[in-house]
């Protein structure tokens, strides 16, 4: 069974930065794709970024320039973290932020959230203004 535990969330000023990590457990080290969603309050949960299986990266317009997802490159923690690193925060960015995978391999990037097998719980992004 695979399990993904998001961290790194907190409160920040307009601007600032963070970094969210999403660490994967029970699969095998072969890479899969991985991606981020958040939800914000009254909103529908809505993809952020996804790095793809074989190493392409894409994002969501609303992010694209001050987000960037990336893996963990160690040896021995290679395709089983992946980072979210997020500069010039915006209010607009306050969300609980969801790590999601993705086994089935596809080249194509999937933005559906129906199309990822597992989710983690979710870790809090607060931005003031």
């Known amino acids: 069974q695979v399990q993904l535990a998001e961290s790194g969330g907190g409160l920040v000023q307009a601007g600032g930065s963070l970094r969210l990590s999403c660490a994967a457990s029970?699969?095998?080290?072969?890479?899969?794709?991985m991606a981020w969603f958040r939800k914000a309050p009254g909103k529908e949960r809505e993809f952020v970024a996804i790095?793809?299986?074989?190493?392409?990266?894409?994002?969501?317009?609303s992010v694209k320039g001050r987000f960037t997802i990336s893996r963990d490159s160690s040896r021995d923690n290679a395709n089983n973290t992946v980072f979210l690193q997020m500069n010039g925060l915006k209010p607009e960015d306050m969300a609980v932020y969801y790590c999601?995978?993705?086994?089935?391999?596809?080249?194509?990037?999937?933005?559906?959230?129906?199309?990822?097998?597992?989710w983690g719980q979710g870790t809090q992004v607060t931005v003031s203004s």
């Open positions: 999601a995978l993705d086994q089935s391999q596809s080249s194509l990037p999937h933005i559906m959230q129906s199309e990822y097998d597992y």
């Open positions: 029970g699969r095998s080290s072969r890479p899969y794709t």
């Open positions: 790095g793809m299986w074989h190493g392409r990266t894409y994002y969501a317009d």
